[in-house]
């Protein structure tokens, strides 16, 4: 349902939406962060079509294993749970690899956050990048957990957009990075 009417009421810090559907609602002002009032104004990559994925880790099995490039490198990962201020699907890296789309027109902006997020405390520190047509955009160094890295970058329409994930040593150690909410917008 979208939206057919907010506004402020007068009687304390409180938004009242009368959504189309004749539902309505209050919701506390320092619990709403946006109306989006455009339609299709958000495109998550993880549902987006992937133009190539790769991933680093096969390459690095000395036994190759049937289905080892299903687990490894980038995959959707839907992390929204109640309590979750998750906005829609992220993209998970298992081990080093890269992922690439073409960027629908109409979109200006690359958005979401980076965290390394080991399943143990041990950890091989990562370099995250986003590559734009072959050149760097973006790039931040992954060496701690509990740390969440702000992805803003201005893209272009029809330009292939290549997320990365490099590793410092030959030896990986809990290399799972999650690219939060990573998205494209208008």
Not at 83 to 89: F, I, K, Q, T, Y
Not at 116 to 125: A, D, E, M, N, Y
Not at 152 to 166: G, I, K, N
């Amino acid at each position: 349902s979208s939206l057919s009417d907010g506004s402020l009421s007068s009687g304390g810090p409180h938004v009242s939406l009368t959504l189309r559907c004749g539902a309505s609602l209050q919701l506390p002002l320092e619990q709403l962060a946006e109306i989006d009032f455009s339609s299709g104004s958000t495109q998550f990559l993880a549902e987006l079509s992937v133009l190539q994925r790769e991933t680093t880790e096969t390459a690095r099995l000395s036994i190759p294993i049937a289905g080892a490039n299903e687990l490894f490198g980038a995959h959707p990962r839907d992390l929204r749970q109640p309590g979750n201020a998750s906005l829609g699907p992220s993209l998970e890296f298992l081990g080093a690899g890269s992922i690439s789309f073409r960027i629908p027109s109409h979109y200006t902006r690359l958005r979401g956050e980076v965290e390394l997020s080991p399943p143990g405390s041990r950890f091989t520190p990562c370099i995250a990048r986003v590559k734009l047509d072959k050149q760097v955009v973006w790039e931040q160094r992954l060496s701690e957990t509990g740390r969440r890295w702000p992805v803003d970058v201005a893209v272009t329409a029809d330009a292939r957009l290549q997320l990365e994930v490099a590793l410092e040593a030959e030896t990986a150690i809990g290399d799972v990075v999650l690219w939060h909410d990573i998205r494209l917008v208008k």
